[in-house]
């Protein structure tokens, strides 16, 4: 399974690239199809192809070659469009089972049950749920760069907003594709019944480079924010300050509440097995408009800034809610990625309210009805 980078996109529920490859396999005339009718079947412009074509072309573009998948030619002032052999591998590649890398997100064990009322001293047997969590490793052109323990589910927005929240990328436009790919136990030393995947990612020349130069080795255990960091400078504790907002006061004890009281019934998963984190975006109507549930923390709001990445929600007036304390890392990806409030169920740490002051964030925490407390104004005076 495959999405690329800006647009990630185009309405369909698909990538915009994976659906022109796809239209192309379809017909295979030595020809190639002409850019009107390949734009007509798709509903694109020619200029949005031409620049879809082009990064999917092997021409050197950002300092890095392309992918080679497809070319084009033009021949009596006719553009056309061709697939290929490294797209029709590419694409065949793509199409194996989605089982193949298919997790489920929660699991069914068998347990023993003590001290309900009514049950017998020797307890009672039956069917419990559980939430999964494995090894996911991220790897960029081809480098292992971190290995998280998370649960398998959209896992795509867990990558981007995992590269996006850490620096990797400077924007979703310098991803240009994500693939999953199962790992094989024995080959990863991993326990028997424990599965793992490998999430690929294809990155611009300029944001390997620098990866390459400030890389980190790191072993994530659940909910770990800052592990393997290789000095103090590395924790970045002081990003670059946020632009003034002038809805950011709206946010507002209200409007939080609400948005908090929400989340209980967005959590499907954690209603079942109780051990999941949830992390929420909420406009300035304190309506929940998109949830991502993950067994840590970091994980869960990796996932909701991927998920707002890949649909263009980063930057729009709204604000971060969290099942989580406000610390330091989870502030600075909010701040990192251009988010201007986070409001947090318990209690942030002294560093994260540090952090959210010099960003300029507005940090609410113990958002419990009917109370809350700011602890950090943001852009905004103190009501």
Known sequence: MTVPSAPLDDGTGEPLHLRILQ??????????????????????????????????????IGGSAGPGWARLEQADGRWTAHLTAAGRAWLGAQARPEAEVACPPLAVHRVRVFGEPG?????????????????????????????MMATPERLEDFALGFALSEGILDSAA?????????????????PAGVPGIEVH???????????????????GRTGCGVCGVESFAALDLEPARLPARDWLARVDLPLVL?????????????????????AGW???????????????????????????????????????VLTSRGSHELVRKCARVGISALATISAPTATGVQ????????LWGLVRAPRGVLYAPGGAAVA
């Open 119 to 147: 049950a017998p001293p020797e307890g009672v047997d039956r069917n419990d749920t559980l939430a999964a969590e494995i090894p996911v490793a991220l790897v960029f052109n081809g480098l292992s760069h971190a290995v």
């Open 258 to 278: 609400r948005a908090m009281s929400g989340l209980h019934d967005l959590q499907p998963h954690n209603a079942q097995a109780g051990a999941l984190h949830a």
């Open 174 to 190: 310098d991803c240009r594709g994500i693939t999953l790919q199962a790992v094989d136990g024995t080959v990863a030393q991993l």
């Open 201 to 219: 990612l294809e990155i611009s020349a300029r944001c390997f480079e620098r990866l390459r130069h400030r890389r980190r080795s790191m072993a």
């Open 355 to 362: 952090v959210a002051e010099l960003a300029g964030l507005r």
């Open 282 to 320: 909420a406009g300035l109507d304190g309506r929940l408009q998109r949830v991502c549930e993950d067994v840590g923390r970091h994980n869960a709001l990796d996932k909701l800034i991927g998920a707002l990445a890949r649909t263009q929600g980063l930057g729009q007036p709204g604000f971060v």
């Open 23 to 60: 239209r192309l396999a379809e017909d295979d005339a030595a020809a190639g199809v002409s850019l009107p009718r390949l734009g007509k079947s798709l509903g694109q412009g020619a200029s949005v192809l031409m620049r879809e074509l082009s990064r999917m072309g092997d021409a050197v």
